[in-house]
């Protein structure tokens, strides 16, 4: 495809404005990840597509002592006694920490009181025993945004975007105070994957807080993302603690394939699209060829990825001062 093409879908889509400096919370919501906080983000009227920056709670944390593939292909990954209920993990992932897919949240089938089956095969994966894992609840709508974030009820909306390009748009009921979708259903458990830009449409402007459900912990280490090919991919890094960062600093440049993948940046509001920018494998370049490494970008915001073949994609993490 021409890399300074993108789906006609994302016409309704803008970037996020700005974004506020964490702050940080002594409440409930304290669990094993290291740093448990808030932001706000100011969300103009209109469209505006962007990241949560913010995680779920560590649940588990430990080395495998093997991984084997079950009777489907599926990966087995037993672990030494880690004090599981059956069945328990039934809307997390678990993260490798190392290997070829480090960083990438690999869905949790089902577990057993010592086991994870993974939605994933070994090879494919490049899952090996001794391997450590991080064991999360995936985000979901409810728990980023418990209350409705300000959204007015049945009219703003928030929607995501699927592996294979279309678009699902999600609502706030607050009759009951569930989301739902555009036919009604109960949408609270819809996922959020680390990393994946969502888009928003308001009404009226409002200060959007996050961080006030059970989305509330800084992600410090690496995450990666898949990108699918021939479909808008909307992808943010994973960083509260500012409020700008650059294209460059997303780190996923080496990842596009050179002169042919590209990332779109959006204007708010407008839904102009105000740049596309390529690869050369070391470096991000405007249309004019002139290094963009540097190009401004609000802290979670989030860019669109256009590529031919899918791929996963490290995106740089957060780095903590003490």
Known sequence: MNAFTFAVSLLRIASLVGVASLMMATSSHAATSGIVGFYQVPVPVGNSAWVCGLVTKDVYQGASVTVTADVDGKALVTFDAPGWTVGEFNLHYAEPASGTCAGLAIDILSNTTT??????????????????????????????????????????????????????????????????????????????????????????????????????HVKTTATKIKANSSVPNLIGALNPLGTTTTLGALGITSSLQAFNDSIVVLDPGSLAQTGTYLSTGSNLINGLGQNANNTSLPAGASVVINVDAAKNMALTPVTVSP
């Not at 994966?125 to 709508?141: E, N, Q, Y």
Request: glycine share 12%; hydrophobic share 40%.
């Open 115 to 216: 086991t994870l089956k993974l939605d994933t095969t070994p090879a494919a994966a490049g899952l090996t025993s001794g391997m450590v894992f991080t064991v999360r609840k995936h985000t979901t709508i409810a728990g980023l945004l418990p209350d409705g974030g300000g959204f007015l009820p049945f009219t703003d909306s928030l929607s995501l975007f699927s592996s294979n390009g279309t678009q699902q748009s999600y609502f706030f009921n607050s009759i009951n105070s569930t989301w739902i979708s555009a036919l009604g259903a109960n949408s609270n458990n819809v996922i959020i994957r680390p990393g994946q830009g969502m888009v928003l449409q308001v009404t009226n402007a409002l200060t959007l807080t996050l961080g006030k459900g059970e989305v509330c």
